[in-house]
T-cell receptor, first 113, second 113 residues
Framework: GAGVSQSPRYKVAKRGQDVALRCDPI?????LFWYQQALGQGPEFLTY????????KSGLPSDRFFAERPEGSVSTLKIQRTQQEDSAVYLC???????????FGDGTRLSIL | AQTVTQSQPEMSVQEAETVTLSCTYD???????LFWYKQPPSRQMILVIR??????QNATENRFSVNFQKAAKSFSLKISDSQLGDAAMYFC??????????FGDGTTLTVKP
């Protein structure tokens, strides 16, 4: 497809389980961003990739959060030992260059029981 | 720390009228862009308009225009001839060349017929 694709759209996990969220950016987009969005709030920056290099991971809330983009295309956000406060919508965005307009996916709604 | 502040949690406008959404920001970077994004309920975030910080001329995009006051670090969005389809949550964002991306908490716009 032409847009940013995220999967799954919805994920329910029990507290303590590990989850993996996938982002397939627009082909040719160098920059990729992950955000966490709580209900009724703005996206909070988690991490940023330029191609396969993770240049900023300052927004990751804890060492339970890990992101990778090994071939500079698809990215995966992994959350280990999930906790209830991890419940949120996780948005992925890509752009042709760092300062370009970001194209967002539909997000993954994560619910931790 | 980079911050973006939207002081109006909610705004309403009569159809065909004009409304202005406020945004202030703070960044230590000299190379940055500013954006307004629109997020309809349960739908994807999409770009409304963007402004390069080095440009003095205010950006316009059809019915959407900005008032960029660099010294005051202010970046407001004006929507002219408001339409029912403009109803959404609007986010102001600041992106730096280092990949730092910061969003405000959003303004919910209601358009009254």
């Amino acid at each position: 497809g032409a847009g940013v694709s995220q999967s799954p759209r919805y994920k329910v996990a029990k507290r303590g389980q590990d989850v993996a969220l996938r982002c397939d950016p627009i082909s040719g987009h160098v920059s990729l961003f992950w955000y966490q969005q709580a209900l009724g709030q703005g996206p909070e920056f988690l991490t940023y990739f330029q191609n396969e290099a993770q240049l900023d991971k300052s927004g990751l809330p804890s060492d339970r959060f890990f992101a990778e983009r090994p071939e500079g295309s698809v990215s995966t956000l992994k959350i280990q030992r999930t906790q209830q406060e991890d419940s949120a919508v996780y948005l992925c965005a890509s752009s042709f260059r760092t300062l370009g307009a970001q194209h967002f996916g539909d997000g993954t709604r994560l619910s931790i029981l | 720390a980079q911050t973006v502040t939207q002081s109006q949690p909610e705004m309403s406008v009569q159809e065909a009228e004009t409304v202005t959404l406020s945004c202030t920001y703070d960044t230590s970077e000299s190379d940055y862009y500013l954006f307004w994004y629109k997020q309809p309920p349960s739908r994807q975030m999409i770009l409304v308009i963007r402004q390069e910080a080095y440009k003095q001329q205010n950006a316009t995009e059809n019915r959407f225009s900005v008032n960029f006051q660099k010294a005051a670090k202010s970046f407001s969005l004006k929507i002219s001839d408001s339409q029912l389809g403009d109803a959404a949550m609007y986010f102001c964002a600041c992106n730096t060349n280092a990949g730092k991306s910061t969003f405000g908490d959003g303004t919910t716009l209601t358009v009254k017929p």
